[in-house]
């Protein structure tokens, strides 16, 4: 289940831990990841989350009782390769463990980017709107936001959770467009962005959380967004109404 108590730097912790030592069993992790006090351990429920958080965003899995990786991922590209699987419990690419996991990125989508709206501050009275068999407790809702902030899609603040992209995930995610330099700017946002984060509003349009990022990478001349003329796909006008990207400038 995703919506566990974690904070997020323990699951790049933890996952490069058993990257680098497993197979392990959760004694192995009790001893590096928990205090000791009085001969005993030191409560494993933070931990234990984070196992069930990697292990539904199909990082890691467990074979009998130990603990095993799935995927080989470098730092670098850590919190991008989890992003993508978490999309993909969200558009349903990915079997989900609990009916809440495709709920993860489901509030980031519903709430923020198909209203265009880039800061709510109740957000667990929102989120329970959302389906009315479902339930999302404080708990839950904050551990959300952290985590949230932890993979480089909001910040949170004045009681609330302001969702802009990190432009270096943004930049991350644009380096992984392998097969093109340049091209379509609607074939790059359907073709490959969608497959990482949810983008689009209702108006079919670009969200002010992405388009704000692309626009700071244009200004630092990390990427090119142009208009080309007669050029048979869709213009945005959340981006001056341009067509085409480009790496680079």
């Not at 080989?72 to 699987?85: Q, S």
């Not at 902030?149 to 302001?162: D, N, T, V, Y």
């Not at 200004?219 to 050029?231: A, Y």
Request: hydrophobic letters at 40%; charged letters at 25%; one cysteine or more.
């Amino acid at each position: 289940m995703l919506f566990k108590t974690i904070y997020g730097p323990e699951v790049k912790s933890i996952y490069f831990w058993i990257l680098k030592y497993g197979p392990v069993e959760n004694q192995d992790l009790y001893r590096i990841f928990l205090t000791v006090k009085n001969n005993e351990f030191s409560s494993p429920a933070n931990l234990l989350d984070a196992l069930s958080f990697l292990k539904t965003a199909g990082l890691i899995q467990k074979k009998d009782k130990y603990w095993l990786p799935l995927i080989n991922l470098d730092e670098e590209y850590f919190l991008i390769i989890l992003i993508k699987h978490i999309r993909e419990l969200h558009l349903g690419k990915r079997k989900a463990e609990h009916a809440l996991d495709p709920y993860f990125f489901g509030i980031l989508n519903d709430l923020f980017i198909i209203q265009d709206i880039v800061f709510r501050s109740n957000i667990y009275n929102d989120a329970n709107c959302l389906d009315p068999h479902l339930n999302f407790s404080k708990e839950k809702i904050n551990a959300w936001k952290r985590v949230i902030e932890f993979l480089g899609l909001g910040k949170k603040g004045f009681k609330g959770i302001h969702i802009v992209y990190d432009p270096n995930m943004i930049l991350k995610i644009i380096n992984l467009w392998l097969d093109q330099h340049e091209g379509p700017l609607q074939d790059f946002l359907h073709n490959h962005l969608n497959d990482y984060i949810p983008w689009e509003n209702k108006n079919k349009e670009i969200s002010k959380s992405l388009s704000l990022s692309l626009k700071y990478l244009e200004s630092k001349k990390l990427i090119k967004l142009e208009r080309k003329q007669d050029l048979p796909k869709k213009s945005y006008q959340g981006l001056n109404n341009t067509n085409w990207i480009r790496k680079g400038w």
